[in-house]
T-cell receptor, first 114, second 117 residues
Framework: DTGVSQDPRHKITKRGQNVTFRCDPI?????LYWYRQTLGQGPEFLTY????????KSRLLSDRFSAERPKGSFSTLEIQRTEQGDSAMYLC????????????FGSGTRLTVV | AQTVTQSQPEMSVQEAETVTLSCTYD???????LFWYKQPPSRQMILVIR??????QNATENRFSVNFQKAAKSFSLKISDSQLGDTAMYFC??????????????FGTGTRLQVTL
């Protein structure tokens, strides 16, 4: 069990560029979550996968955002045409079926849009 | 919708002392879970302690314990014998008991705890 891995740790991009983040969950966890955390705030839910199926998306996830989890393993989160308001920490978390025990979070990807 | 409120943006405690972090929440649900997460400067969110709403007994994990008051919708975290390594942001979080769909966490805005010598 190597935990939840996220790559890259930091990303600086120019406004209007596309960016993609990767999350590798704990291998036996079938549930995967993406959250966004802005400065001074707690994380906010973005989207949820059970295996390869994306079962829920937040209103925060605009059309410029897309997430995938092919084959129910790693997941990617892509942001197209980035805006300064997208600057945040993007956290990935995974859990087994019994989510009442809480998630395991990754260290996050900090995105800065300049 | 659920809301979680942490009214203490920052707190400080001396090493070996005890500190209590406050959390209140609002929900119409009767079955849910509550969590405290710790986010050290290294950023990874770590689960500290969890509480099932249907259990009256307060959860404890070594130096960490909670005071869960369901009627008052209050869920405070007590850290005993504070250590320098406890320095971090602490987030209170709520999870609705929900089968078949995402078990989303709703977080408060956090309390920054500084443990000093």
């Amino acid at each position: 069990d190597t935990g939840v891995s996220q790559d890259p740790r930091h990303k600086i991009t120019k406004r209007g560029q596309n960016v993609t983040f990767r999350c590798d969950p704990i291998s036996e966890h079938n549930r995967l979550y993406w959250y966004r955390q802005t400065l001074g705030q707690g994380p906010e839910f973005l989207t949820y996968f059970q295996n390869e199926a994306q079962l829920e998306k937040s209103r925060l996830l605009s059309d410029r955002f897309s997430a995938e989890r092919p084959k129910g393993s790693f997941s990617t989160l892509e942001i197209q045409r980035t805006e300064q308001g997208d600057s945040a920490m993007y956290l990935c978390a995974s859990s087994p079926g019994q989510t009442s025990k809480g998630y395991t979070f990754g260290s996050g990807t900090r995105l800065t849009v300049v | 919708a659920q809301t979680v409120t942490q009214s203490q943006p920052e707190m400080s405690v001396q090493e070996a002392e005890t500190v209590t972090l406050s959390c209140t929440y609002d929900t119409s649900e009767s079955n849910y879970y509550l969590f405290w997460y710790k986010q050290p400067p290294s950023r990874q969110m770590i689960l500290v302690i969890r509480q099932e709403a249907y259990k009256q007994q307060n959860a404890t994990e070594n130096r960490f314990s909670v005071n869960f008051q369901k009627a008052a919708k209050s869920f405070s975290l007590k850290i005993s014998d504070s250590q320098l390594g406890d320095t971090a942001m602490y987030f209170c979080a709520f999870m609705k008991l929900n089968t078949g769909t995402a078990s989303k966490l709703t977080f408060g805005t956090g309390t920054r705890l500084q443990v000093t010598l």
